[in-house]
């Protein structure tokens, strides 16, 4: 399918010529510039300053080398990328993801969304990305630690506290952060807030861990609420995943009145009709570092399959998948639009592929796009930045309130847009016009460099 306006035609063009074989940036692309086509149209000067073109083209994309030494002496060499996407509303700020599927492609992907998604959250930070080939499944402490310490060796060139502001992501996590914190320090002599998601004894702010799952249900909760007058109380929810988006969504979930039976990992999925036992889940992921399976063992009445995707074919009024691109396809979506979901929102980003979006769409199930309902996470890093820069800590009540009203804002912003734009209800749209707003803006004031 063309677009319907030339210069965006032209623009995506290129950028596929660009980017040849990169599925998941060129996907991502697509689906923001589609959402701009009315934009495009009624503000002239987009195209007069160039705006879309220097939008999709990364600002920086900085890929290294990774050796370290494994526990049994061997050379290990894995691949570390950034992409400094864009900084025209602050430092460039997102995750670092671990996973043996990182590759430019998905750095891209992640870091061109990213720039919406901060600027959606109404504060001051831009947009980036970045991770490694690296899997920390099976590896030791010692192992993690020396990957990432050499990790930060070459990254501590490219960030800094006002230039970028790097966080946790897939497979980064307290202990990541902690390793990857320590070497910068040691390299640079600063104890800066170059890093969110750090621990509370140095630096890091209460319900980060929680943010992005809980915001992840404000979003849904006034989704629901402003667009079906309905709330989580009775509803069945279906959660994806089990790590630290997951894990937080289904106790927030959970405490708003739903119940969350089923969660997954990338070989299989639990179901537990009596509502998922959170503590036993905590236990297994975050104390024991074990497998989803392993609940079965723990709870009665509880089954394991294995595979991911029959998780979407349960029957739940809420659906939130919560692990990683692409693993909510059109057939997933016909099973969900059968059963009766009435709400799917995106924990993970870009999990839903875009044949499924357009089926929730069309079946009328309210759709929240990863880069408003997951912004709870970055908002909160934004947060934790304000609290490292004033050298104070906010008390989680303060911190938890302030990411709540984030969220309404998000929604409402995103709704808004929508409107605006007589794409009334398409959230997807409304998402993307309201962040590329204020970021074509800034960059029409800061002119282009020769
Ligand atoms: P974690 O590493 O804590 O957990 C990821 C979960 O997803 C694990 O249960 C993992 O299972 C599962 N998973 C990973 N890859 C696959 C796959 N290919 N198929 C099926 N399941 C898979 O990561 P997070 O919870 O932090 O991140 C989850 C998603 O949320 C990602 O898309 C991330 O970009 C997004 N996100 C995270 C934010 C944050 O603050 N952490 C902020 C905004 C978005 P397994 O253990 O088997 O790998």
Redesign the pocket.
């Known amino acids: 399918m063309a677009f319907k306006s030339e210069y965006l035609t032209k623009v995506y063009d290129k950028v596929c010529q660009r980017n040849k074989g990169e599925e998941e940036f060129l996907q991502a692309v697509r689906e923001v510039l589609e959402s701009l086509e009315p934009v495009v149209e009624q503000r002239p000067e987009i195209e007069k300053n160039g705006i879309i073109e220097r939008l999709v083209e990364p600002e920086r994309f900085i890929q290294f080398r990774v050796p370290w030494v494994d526990d049994n002496g061997n050379v290990q060499v894995n691949r570390g990328f950034r992409v400094q996407f864009n900084s025209a509303i602050g430092p460039y700020k997102g ?1 670092l ?1 671990l ?1 043996p ?1 990182v590759c430019a492609s998905v750095i891209k992907f ?1 870091g061109f969304e990213q720039i919406f998604k901060n600027s959606l959250t109404g504060l001051p930070i831009g947009g980036g990305k970045g991770g490694s080939d690296f899997d920390p ?1 099976g590896k030791s402490d010692n192992e993690v630690m020396r990957f990432c310490q050499s990790f930060m060796t070459e990254l501590s060139k490219h960030i800094g506290a006002d230039t970028d502001v790097p ?7 307290a202990r990541e952060i902690g390793y990857m914190f320590g070497q910068y320090k040691r390299l640079r002599n600063e104890f800066t807030g170059v890093l969110t ?1 750090k621990g509370l004894s140095y630096g890091g702010s209460l319900a980060r861990t929680e ?2 799952g809980y915001g992840l249900c404000y979003f849904t909760d006034e989704m629901i609420k402003c667009m079906k007058n309905e709330s989580f109380k009775g509803k069945t929810v279906v959660i ?7 894990i937080y969504a289904t106790q927030k979930a959970t405490e708003l009145g739903g119940k969350v039976v089923a969660l ?4 299989g999925y639990i179901y537990d009709p009596n509502g998922i036992n959170l503590d036993v889940v905590k236990q297994i ?1 975050e104390v024991e570092r074990g ?2 399976k392993e609940y079965v063992d723990r709870v009665q009445g509880a089954t394991y399959t294995e595979g ?1 995707k029959g998780i979407w074919t349960i029957k739940c009024d809420i659906a939130l998948p ?4 692409n ?1 909510l396809d059109g057939e997933s979506a016909d099973a969900l639009i059968k059963n009766g979901v009435i709400a799917v929102a995106e ?3 870009m ?1 839903s592929t875009p044949e499924a979006i357009e089926k929730f769409q069309a079946a009328g199930v309210m759709f929240g796009p ?1 880069k408003a309902a ?1 912004a709870g ?2 908002a909160t890093s934004a947060l934790e930045m304000s609290q490292n820069s004033e050298r104070l800590s906010w008390t989680f009540e303060e911190v938890d309130a302030k990411l709540k009203n984030i969220m309404v804002n998000i929604f409402h912003n995103s709704y808004n847009a929508a409107e605006k734009y007589g794409m009334k209800g398409n959230l997807v749209a409304g998402a993307n016009i309201a962040g590329f707003d204020k970021v074509a803006d800034a960059m029409m004031w800061q002119g282009v460099a020769y």
């Open positions: 995750g993801r996973h599927t992640l499944k966080a946790g992501d897939i497979g980064v996590g998601g943010a992005t994806s995943g089990s790590g630290n988006v997951a997954s990992d990338s070989n992921k497998r989803i991911c919560c692990a990683t691109q693993e924990g993970a980003n999990p990863a997951n996470g970055v």
